[in-house]
């Protein structure tokens, strides 16, 4: 918006922005089709509405799946001219040709920087939006920090005329011709928490944003308060991923009792879900000395199902660190997120499971992998590893949330809408506040 003239006053009320995740999702980039990477949005629409039971607003897909390869070509100009590397995000052949809603993937990933992770621990997108900030600063933009948006301004069903703020000096009140609300989620607020996931507040065990708290809401209310809307469907869904192991599809997870209880070939919101369903959520994901063995061979084979979706040291398009990852669960046992035992009755006693429901539920994991066929839960037998040579680990199966999806009411133009659709003039909203 400065770049093209206008006068821009960005608050915020963090001292500095927040900006997660390793990579973002563009269709018909000019570093897609310089790769050959060609996204089936035809497939890719049919898949979307049918995971969400035809609730995705298919004109906002539209929007996305035609105009964000030229949104993105922008940032790959800009960024790649000072110097920030642009990759095409690495895809695994199994998620790609996989007919199954809930490992399908699409190639729609594009990244910047040589790692999902720098040498000072800054995440990709957060170096990403660094140099976007300066961007706009260059180009005039007003960028205040510390600054709390408190009020929209709104005359009866007049346009939205800005907003009052706190600063650490006093009120302000900022006038304007447009406001746009890009405030993030709401989970940080118990009170939104509650009424629009209820499931999601039960199975969450932990939260995690950077800075933390920050995403409380504000703008929906402060939205809703002037007449806006949030969106129709609830519950509201959930990014919720397991840490210490989950994710790795060929890992037998097994509940309170020591019991096995889930196809773990599914991914990490579905892994969540699941453990929460138990009659006490606590789980673990349990491997024996050859386990990261098996998740690197899944990995470099394309069929998916890392550590935490892969590894936040691993280049994009490189193989899996197997001593990285040896590292990190070193780390994890020190801390007690992980343990470690050369009998399985030991490990039994470390989770606090029944020793004999455990040993009985590995002896016929194991039996299954010999077989090739998972007559329990029709896991994939490629992805399954046998738990045999001690030592043997468990990891403590954790929910961390990290944001919710559900927002404002928003049209094709971005305005927030009230209760009958109807566009607010002057106020848009984008990004996980919609």
Same mark, same amino acid.
């Given at each position: 918006?400065?770049?093209?003239?206008?006068?821009?006053?960005?608050?915020?009320?963090?001292?500095?922005?927040?900006?997660?995740?390793?990579?973002?999702?563009?269709?018909?980039?000019?570093?897609?089709?310089?790769?050959?990477?060609?996204?089936?949005?035809?497939?890719?629409?049919?898949?979307?509405?049918?995971?969400?039971?035809?609730?995705?607003?298919?004109?906002?897909?539209?929007?996305?799946?035609?105009? =964000?390869?030229?949104?993105?070509?922008?940032?790959?100009?800009?960024?790649?001219?000072?110097?920030?590397?642009?990759?095409?995000?690495?895809?695994?052949?199994?998620?790609?040709?996989?007919?199954?809603?809930?490992?399908?993937?699409?190639?729609?990933?594009?990244?910047?920087?040589?790692?999902?992770?720098? *040498?000072?621990?800054?995440?990709?997108?957060?170096?990403?939006?660094?140099?976007?900030?300066?961007?706009?600063?260059?180009?005039?933009?007003?960028?205040?920090?510390?600054?709390?948006?408190?009020?929209?301004?709104?005359?009866?069903?007049?346009?939205?005329?800005?907003?009052?703020?706190?600063?650490?000096?006093?009120?302000?009140?900022?006038?304007?011709?447009?406001?746009?609300?890009?405030?993030?989620?709401?989970?940080?607020?118990?009170?939104?928490?509650?009424?629009?996931?209820?499931?999601?507040?039960?199975?969450?065990? *932990?939260?995690?944003?950077?800075?933390?708290?920050?995403?409380?809401?504000?703008?929906?209310?402060?939205?809703?308060?002037?007449?806006?809307?949030?969106?129709? =469907?609830?519950?509201?869904?959930?990014?919720?991923?397991?840490?210490?192991?989950?994710?790795?599809?060929?890992?037998?997870?097994?509940?309170?009792?020591?019991?096995?209880?889930?196809?773990?070939?599914?991914?990490?919101?579905?892994?969540?879900?699941?453990?929460?369903?138990?009659?006490?959520?606590?789980?673990?994901?349990?491997?024996?000395?050859?386990?990261?063995?098996?998740?690197?061979?899944?990995?470099?084979?394309?069929?998916?199902?890392?550590?935490?979706?892969?590894?936040?040291?691993?280049?994009?398009?490189?193989?899996?660190?197997?001593?990285?990852?040896?590292?990190?669960?070193?780390?994890?046992?020190?801390?007690?997120?992980?343990?470690?035992?050369?009998?399985?009755?030991?490990?039994?006693?470390?989770?606090?499971?029944?020793?004999?429901?455990?040993?009985?539920?590995?002896?016929?994991?194991?039996?299954?992998?010999?077989?090739?066929?998972?007559?329990?839960?029709?896991?994939?037998?490629?992805?399954?590893?046998?738990?045999?040579?001690?030592?043997?680990?468990?990891?403590?199966?954790?929910?961390?949330?990290?944001?919710?999806?559900?927002?404002?009411?928003?049209?094709?133009?971005?305005?927030?809408?009230?209760?009958?659709?109807?566009?607010?003039?002057?106020?848009?909203?984008?990004?996980?506040?919609?």
């Amino acid at each position: 918006a400065a770049e093209a003239g206008a006068k821009v006053v960005l608050i915020e009320k963090a001292s500095e922005f927040s900006a997660r995740g390793h990579d973002v999702g563009a269709v018909g980039t000019k570093l897609q089709k310089e790769l050959g990477v060609e996204v089936d949005t035809d497939l890719m629409r049919e898949y979307y509405t049918q995971i969400t039971c035809n609730k995705t607003d298919i004109g906002l897909f539209n929007v996305w799946m035609t105009r =964000s390869g030229e949104v993105m070509d922008y940032y790959i100009d800009r960024l790649t001219a000072d110097g920030l590397p642009c990759n095409a995000g690495s895809l695994g052949k199994a998620a790609a040709e996989s007919t199954n809603p809930l490992t399908k993937e699409f190639a729609t990933a594009i990244q910047f920087g040589e790692q999902q992770k720098t *040498a000072d621990g800054e995440y990709t997108n957060h170096l990403m939006v660094r140099y976007i900030e300066q961007y706009a600063r260059e180009a005039g933009a007003d960028i205040r920090y510390n600054t709390k948006a408190e009020q929209l301004l709104r005359d009866g069903d007049g346009p939205v005329t800005g907003a009052i703020v706190s600063t650490p000096e006093g009120m302000v009140q900022i006038n304007a011709k447009s406001v746009v609300i890009a405030s993030g989620d709401y989970a940080a607020d118990d009170e939104m928490f509650q009424y629009y996931a209820p499931m999601t507040a039960y199975a969450m065990d *932990a939260r995690y944003y950077n800075p933390p708290d920050c995403d409380t809401g504000d703008m929906h209310k402060q939205a809703i308060w002037i007449g806006g809307a949030m969106q129709r =469907s609830e519950p509201h869904a959930a990014v919720m991923h397991l840490d210490f192991g989950a994710a790795s599809y060929g890992f037998l997870h097994v509940n309170w009792e020591g019991k096995r209880f889930k196809n773990e070939d599914v991914n990490t919101q579905s892994k969540s879900v699941t453990k929460a369903l138990q009659t006490q959520k606590e789980a673990w994901t349990i491997y024996d000395a050859n386990g990261l063995k098996a998740v690197k061979q899944q990995m470099d084979a394309g069929l998916g199902g890392g550590l935490q979706w892969g590894q936040l040291t691993q280049p994009v398009g490189g193989e899996y660190n197997l001593e990285a990852q040896e590292i990190v669960l070193q780390g994890e046992i020190e801390s007690g997120l992980t343990q470690t035992a050369n009998t399985l009755e030991e490990l039994a006693g470390l989770m606090g499971v029944p020793a004999e429901n455990f040993v009985a539920t590995v002896e016929r994991y194991n039996e299954l992998c010999d077989l090739g066929k998972d007559l329990d839960f029709g896991k994939r037998p490629e992805v399954m590893a046998k738990v045999v040579e001690p030592p043997f680990y468990a990891g403590k199966l954790e929910a961390d949330l990290l944001t919710m999806c559900g927002g404002l009411r928003t049209d094709l133009e971005t305005h927030v809408l009230d209760a009958n659709d109807q566009p607010i003039e002057g106020l848009y909203v984008c990004g996980s506040a919609a």
